[in-house]
């Protein structure tokens, strides 16, 4: 055979292995190089695993995980015990792995016509890994956890919409919301509202992590590792391949790195940017990278000078090479923002909304047009943030001096940035792991009077745009809205977006999965733990 | 006997005051720091309401004093409470890592404190030789890295390029004892790299200190060897010090691991203490902060009371 051949057929090969490429796609370009069937067959099933097979102890190492993590879903704050959380239980609605919302725990879900009214028919049958079967009830409590005065749930806001909600016998539960919400099975999927078994006098067992997931909990230590074995009365097939697993906390990057690469762990998450490239060198590791909603905002108060001033927002917008801050602070891991949170993994992205660039002319025309010669800002940053944002900040302040912006980046300390800084200063850096649905996304950070409007921004169209859009049923409507919406927000927001940032873990070779990742968590949506398998 | 009996009895008293102050201070000082546990728990998720519900659950909106207040009045019952994040036991979980850290501190002076004194012994032997001055060298120039440098090398030489030793402690308590041994093997390395040093130069330079002194001389006119000179004349006398030396570096393989445990992933005290104060868990940090203060309060004790047995007049200050 040709040299050029070989070659030809070991990328097409390598493509197979790495699940890029579909059965049909691979036989009609092995034959097109002269395979015959009989052959390509073969080389098809010898690169790629046919289905996912059981068996294994699968062992994480991840970044996040706390010794004062708890159980209690309400809490749940970081990637690590999200990811149990996940593996321990599950919810009503499931986001899979192509960014689509499929049911869960829900047979199906309907609406009344007005978007306010959704009966969620439960999925008869299932377990929990005590043995209770799962009913309506489980799931009224479940979401009454987070609800009401005593609540401790982080997920209150997202259960403040819901008005009544009540089980309809066994297997229905209807939630009657105060305005209608297409979204409203979005919702459901969030990580904080796991379904648990109700303790039969409103509340529910969260302590002991029983619930209907994949992987029964064995142990569990805050901060260090929880065990898992497969629950073999799991109700999904094709779901929880792996027999054990052990979900280890490893908050070093390098001891990360190294757990992987001596084979101590199967897979980690949050690749250390700076050296990945070294990582990917190993030829008994996979590097994978996913873009998803992850991004990093730069929220101006609008109602506070010089920021009310719409054409000083707009020459700070374009007074920041985005380009720059990807390859230094993201080592070109993401993609530029376009000053509004929608992702390209969500549903309306507006796709041909121009990019925003690097231009000193148009800061200093904005600049000119707002009658202010000199401009001086306060810009709050801490690593906290996210990991580079005050170098990211320092960035910022060279290529906005050029514009004649004097940027006085003020260090701010990352205890407390949360609660002191974030929601608190008139400008300042801020991470959002983003939402599923443009609504969810919008409506937590941008509507008028939301307790996490970081720019205090309140554009008399764009929350009208948002409640007609949100019980919007047709989709075509739908998508005109949210592109509005997008626009609006680029060109009179006050936030800056500069950067969308990729998921970049890693993992052993003999680790398989889906042809497409979830770009909605870290590792798969942080479902790594019931989507893998070995090869 | 009854004099050192006593010194220990009043050593004890004044060892439990100043736990008092520590617990005091540690308070206070987790009370000046930004942001209380409802809001640092919640994170971004805190809003008023919630944040409320959180404190008026767990008594945190009590003004500081009174929470102190009560929390002593457990503790000198013995309850040490429970961790604010997750309702956990906090002797239960503090149990499981002290085991965690005392192993470790323990694996580490077996294979430090001997090699460190006969080194130390060995050097003040052969002093200014190429031993000697080979040693010094390499011990000194362990020291004067950073330990989560040190641990970098050795992972780096004994994990992943040699494959002898796991590159991360994942040890558990099922696990057997030779097996989390071998599993400590590389933090306990890099503990023993990181002490080597003070020990052997205090033991080098106490023993050549004495070798001046008449009775040495004399033992060297009698045509003693220097092997039997060193171990039989000298080194009783330098005990005092030396054992001083080692007993406050078993302190600090105790409270000085943060940095070892965090590259390690070493579920000990330190990392335990460092999540605990990063979430304002107060009666966790307490706990904490409180067994090291022991720590360092009973070795210190430990290392006054070894050196007087071994030299009396220590107990008659001039």
């Not at chain 1, 006098?201 to 590792?225: C, H, I, L, M, N």
């Not at chain 1, 936030?495 to 940032?501: D, E, M």
């Not at chain 2, 030793?165 to 023993?192: C, D, H, Q």
Request: aromatic share 8%.
């Amino acid at each position: 055979m040709k040299q050029v051949d070989l070659q030809k057929r070991n990328e097409l090969t390598q493509l197979a292995k790495k699940g890029r490429i579909s059965r049909r796609d691979f036989m009609g370009r092995a034959m097109a190089m002269g395979v015959t069937v009989a052959a390509a067959s073969t080389m098809w099933s010898n690169s790629v695993p046919a289905a996912p097979k059981r068996g294994g102890k699968m062992r994480f190492g991840s970044n996040h995980g706390s010794t004062t993590d708890s159980l209690d879903p309400g809490t749940f704050e970081n990637g690590g015990i999200i990811h149990q959380g996940y593996g321990m239980r599950n919810h009503l609605t499931e986001v899979d792995s192509d960014g689509s919302l499929v049911p869960e725990l829900c047979e199906k879900w309907e609406a009344s016509d007005d978007a306010v009214e959704w009966v969620f028919t439960l999925r008869k049958g299932v377990e929990f890994h005590n043995g209770k079967t799962m009913d309506a009830q489980d799931v009224v409590d479940s979401m009454n956890h987070h609800r009401g005065k005593d609540t401790k749930s982080a997920a209150k806001p997202l259960l403040a919409p819901v008005k009544e909600l009540k089980a309809d016998g066994k297997n229905k539960v209807v939630f009657t919301l105060s305005g209608g919400n297409a979204d409203f099975p979005y919702t459901v999927s969030d990580y904080h509202l796991a379904i648990m078994p109700s303790t039969g006098d409103g509340k529910v067992d969260w302590r002991s992590g029983v619930g209907t997931g994949a992987y029964v909990k064995q142990t569990f230590e805050p901060g260090v590792r929880g065990t898992y074995k497969r629950n073999p009365n799991y109700f999904k097939s094709g779901r929880g391949h792996f027999d054990e697993i052990e979900f280890l906390t490893i908050g070093d990057v390098v001891a990360r790195t190294n757990a992987l690469s001596t084979g101590e762990i199967d897979a980690m998450n949050r690749c250390d940017l700076k050296t990945v490239h070294l990582l990917k060198r190993n030829k008994k590791l996979k590097v994978e990278e996913v873009t998803g909603t992850l991004h990093y905002t730069i929220p101006m108060h609008t109602d506070v000078a010089p920021f009310d001033n719409n054409d000083v927002r707009l020459a700070l917008k374009y007074a920041v090479d985005r380009d720059v801050l990807l390859q230094v602070i993201l080592k070109g891991h993401g993609v530029v923002g376009n000053d509004h949170p929608i992702s390209t993994a969500n549903r309306y992205h507006a796709g041909d909304l121009p990019q925003r660039t690097y231009d000193l002319d148009k800061a200093k025309f904005h600049l000119k047009k707002a009658g202010v010669t000199k401009l001086s800002v306060d810009l709050s940053a801490a690593d906290a943030a996210f990991t580079g944002a005050v170098d990211a900040a320092v960035l910022y302040r060279e290529q906005a001096a050029k514009a004649g912006i004097d940027i006085n980046v003020v260090r701010e300390p990352n205890d407390g940035y949360w609660s002191n800084v974030w929601l608190k200063k008139p400008w300042c850096m801020v991470y959002w792991g983003g939402r599923p649905t443009e609504d969810m996304m919008f409506t937590q950070s941008l509507a008028a009077g939301a307790d996490w409007n970081e720019s205090h921004f309140a554009h008399k169209k764009f929350n009208e745009l948002l409640i007609a859009a949100r019980a919007e049923l047709d989709e075509a409507k739908r998508r005109t809205m949210y592109v509005d919406m997008q626009t609006i927000v680029n060109m009179e927001g006050g936030t800056v977006v500069p950067l969308f940032a990729n998921y970049v873990f890693a993992m052993s070779d003999k680790v398989q999965h889906g042809p497409k990742m979830a770009g909605n968590w870290d590792m798969d949506g942080d479902k790594a733990i019931e989507r893998w398998w070995f090869g | 006997m009854s004099q050192i009996g006593k010194m220990v009895a009043q050593r004890l008293a004044l060892g439990l005051l100043t736990l008092f102050i520590v617990s005091l201070i540690i308070f206070g000082c987790v009370e000046l720091l930004p942001g209380n546990f409802a809001q640092e728990m919640l994170g971004r998720g805190a809003t008023p309401e919630t944040v409320a519900a959180f404190n008026r659950e767990l008594g945190l909106d009590l003004p500081p004093h009174e929470r102190y207040v009560n929390w002593l009045f457990d503790m000198l019952q013995g309850d040490f409470g429970r961790s604010l994040a997750n309702q956990r036991e906090i002797s239960e979980l503090l149990g499981i890592r002290l085991q965690n850290t005392l192993f470790l501190a323990a694996v580490a002076a077996v294979i430090a404190i001997p090699l460190a004194v006969s080194l130390g012994i060995l050097a003040a032997l052969y002093r200014d030789s190429i031993f000697d001055r080979g040693v010094n060298a390499m011990t000194l120039t362990a020291i004067s890295f950073p330990e989560f440098f040190v641990a970098y090398v050795l992972i780096i030489v004994l994990g992943v390029t040699l494959n002898l030793f796991p590159a991360i402690s994942n040890i558990s308590e099922e696990l057997g004892f030779w097996e989390k041994v071998y599993r400590t093997a590389l933090p306990a390395l890099t503990m023993t790299l990181v002490i080597l040093a003070y020990v052997m130069r205090m033991t080098r330079a106490a023993i050549i200190n004495l070798l001046a002194s008449p009775y040495i001389e004399m033992a060297r006119l009698k045509g003693l060897r220097p092997g039997r000179i060193i171990l039989k004349h000298a080194l009783p006398n330098a005990l005092a010090p030396i054992i001083n030396v080692v007993v406050l570096n078993l302190a600090y393989l105790v409270v000085g691991v943060v940095l070892v445990e965090v590259v390690f992933v070493y579920p000990g005290l330190g990392q335990l203490l460092v999540d605990s104060v990063a979430k304002r868990d107060i009666p966790v940090v307490q706990a904490c902060s409180l067994v090291f203060a022991a720590t360092y309060v009973l070795l210190n004790l430990l290392a006054d009371v070894l050196s007087i047995m071994s030299n009396p007049r220590l107990l008659h200050p001039r």
